[in-house]
């Protein structure tokens, strides 16, 4: 328990800061193309390796498809269809790799939807450290990313290298998938990546705010949602997947806030005299 509060909490911190940058940049698409192409490096560390050669072979992957991605969408006319027939087909691959092996049907459940309860002490450590170099990443170029997010003309013109920028965001954005992809799975992750960026534009307007509300939000879903698949499993005997479970929280309370956020703007609409 206190493992997976652990991870969860570095999750949260960078999540939050990263998945800002994801939702202001309109990054979604090729955030969760990146999902997909880290597969194929879980898979292969999986079987070279077991659960030790998890972190190695998604490392690789993520840093060989952040490039990827970033070339692609810098050249290529029809970015979109290209990332997702290049990632796809990358997510398939590591399938077939993962089939290869006995319990094939266990081992792929545990690749994609994560072990969050279970995380040995080295996976523990490797998450924070990814965590942080992701964090230490967008922190560096965090002004940047916004000028660029906002203005893009400007910074073109301003002599920025968008190619590099963008490199540095898709590889942190690679990390992020790499360190929760052990914690709740390769199919969950994007919901801890842009969730809470999502909420924390429904929030506040201010710049500066989103990042904490973020990080914030990411922490209190996490906790509850962890809270929750524990106590149901331990108590009520329901076996509720701990990863899942996080995930489904952190849907749940946008939704909340998407409601009230839309009956705050009814409120504040001025009413038409008949």
Excluded at 179 to 186: D, E, L, T, W
Excluded at 247 to 256: D, F, P
Aim: charged fraction near 10%; hydrophobic fraction near 60%; charge should be positive.
């Amino acid at each position: 328990m206190t493992r997976a509060l652990v991870v969860l909490g570095a999750l949260s911190l960078v999540a939050g800061v990263v998945g800002v940058l994801v939702n202001l940049r309109g990054l979604e698409f090729i955030s969760d193309g990146l999902t997909h192409a880290v597969f194929p490096g879980i898979a292969i560390g999986f079987v070279w390796g077991g659960r030790d050669g998890l972190f190695a072979g998604a490392m690789v992957a993520a840093l060989f498809a952040a490039v990827v991605l970033t070339l692609i969408v810098r050249r290529s006319v029809s970015s979109d269809a290209a990332i997702a027939i290049v990632f796809t087909a990358m997510f398939s691959v590591g399938v077939i790799l993962v089939s290869r092996e006995t319990n094939y049907v266990g081992q792929l459940e545990q690749l994609l939807f994560g072990r969050l309860l279970t995380v040995s002490p080295i996976e523990v450590i490797q998450t924070v450290v990814i965590c942080g170099i992701a964090l230490l990443l967008v922190a560096f170029t965090l002004k940047e990313e916004v000028f660029r997010a906002f203005d893009r003309v400007g910074f073109a013109a301003y002599g920025y290298r968008p190619l590099a920028l963008d490199l540095v965001l898709n590889v942190a954005i690679a990390f992020v998938v790499v360190a929760a992809s052990s914690a709740v799975g390769n199919l969950l992750v994007l919901a801890v990546l842009i969730v809470p960026g999502a909420v924390a534009r429904l929030v506040t307007a201010r710049l500066w705010l989103l990042f904490p509300i973020a990080a914030g939000f990411a922490a209190l879903g996490s906790w509850l949602g962890l809270a929750l698949g524990f106590q149901a499993s331990v108590q009520s005997g329901i076996d509720l997947p701990s990863g899942a479970t996080v995930v489904l929280v952190l849907v749940a309370g946008y939704a909340i806030v998407l409601l009230l956020r839309l009956a705050v703007d009814g409120l504040r609409r001025p009413r038409v005299a008949r």
